[in-house]
């Protein structure tokens, strides 16, 4: 074995198809949802956002359980893939209810269909909540310690690829032209392509990923170079943060909960802002998302590389600033012009690019901060924050644009942003200093 392992690109690739799938679906679950809350269930804007709340809550207690389980998963396949075939294939069909539903109740509205419809949204969020945990857990799984930032690089790509490819296939299938005056709108053709994503996915994660031999091709290495898991071996899992080094560590949680709490009610609530401020429908609307998101692609890789060089708190702080002035510049132009342009693609490029410097750099900075048996502990620490914010701002920004407006969308998000600004300057821990590589090298030592 060489002396030092270079990363299995397409092997990272394999893995990373789980995670495709499950960022196609909540692409289109935070997209279209809310819009048929809204439009054909005629649901306030309040209760919508509590729905759309419910996969986060539901998260904090499904994420914890079915990654310890799996943990002690003894099965032929391997830890992972039993929990992901079985939530995948319970995710599909029961998304697939879905669009039958709102048709129904569409066509007849009747308040047993409305109460079965939101029981199958709780059903799918639980079968999506079984198999993310154990997905998120197999790359780690497969992938030696020195190498899963540079690998987590890839997977972080290949999630936005995922979403990138639904936005795609939803401006093709429902432009606003077909959208804009229709009393009501049939998603069922699109749920059959994204439940064709994750099928095929999950036909690349079953048959093409060998997790019980990569695995222990993994052990292997770490065993035949344990100085490079030097804090594996010293850890005490007693030990107490430094008072300086928890602080930081608090901070840093409060800021991904602040710019989570900005960023996710422009994701949960976009496609509702666009049709009422500019009347254009989920096609046109999704084509600004597709944007945003193809800005987080291209500079996910530009963003570590900058990090390597000015450090990562820099990095996240002008990411902020960035995500901040797109947000009021998207206010800025919706007091002025009440119909969209084709100039606002830049805005949503540059909330791509904002996202992508304060995302990449800002779990490895947790991971810093603690000791390398801790990885998973803190890396709980970071979920349950950004999933906590996750929880509250869909059904505050809801309430808001309910009770005072869709114009509050954007200042919402832009003073959130802003906020977690504030709190990254308390942050004085969880930087690098690396030299900059070409690259996915500058991922490669961010753990």
Known sequence: MDQKQKLNTGQTIRVGFAFLAILAFWQMYNNVIPLILTKTFHMDKGFSGVIMAADNVLALFLLPLFGGLSDRCKAKIGKRKPFILGGSIAAVFLMLLVPFLDNAYFKNPK???EIVFVCVLGCILVAMGTYRSPAVALMPDVTPKPLRSKANAIINLMGALGGIIYLIIAKIMYPSAKTQHAAHVDYLPLFL???GIMILSLIVVMFFVNEIQWNAEMLAYEKAHPEENLAEETADHKEVLPKDVKKSLLFLLFSVALWYMGYNAMETWF??????????????????LTVATGGAILFFIPSGILASRIGRKKTIMGGILLLSACFFGVFAYT????????????LFFLVGTAWAFINVNSLPMVLEMCKGSEVGRFTGFYYSFSMAAQIVTPVCAGALLEHAGCMTLFPYCAVFALLSFVTMLFVRHGDTKFEARRGLEAFEDMD
């Open 111 to 113: 308040t047993g269909i």
């Open 335 to 346: 007091c002025v012009y009440h119909e969209f342009h084709s100039l606002l693609y830049i």
């Open 193 to 195: 392509v994204v439940a």
């Open 271 to 288: 496609t509702t802002y666009a049709d009422a401020m500019w009347n254009i429908g989920i096609g046109d609307a999704s084509l600004g």
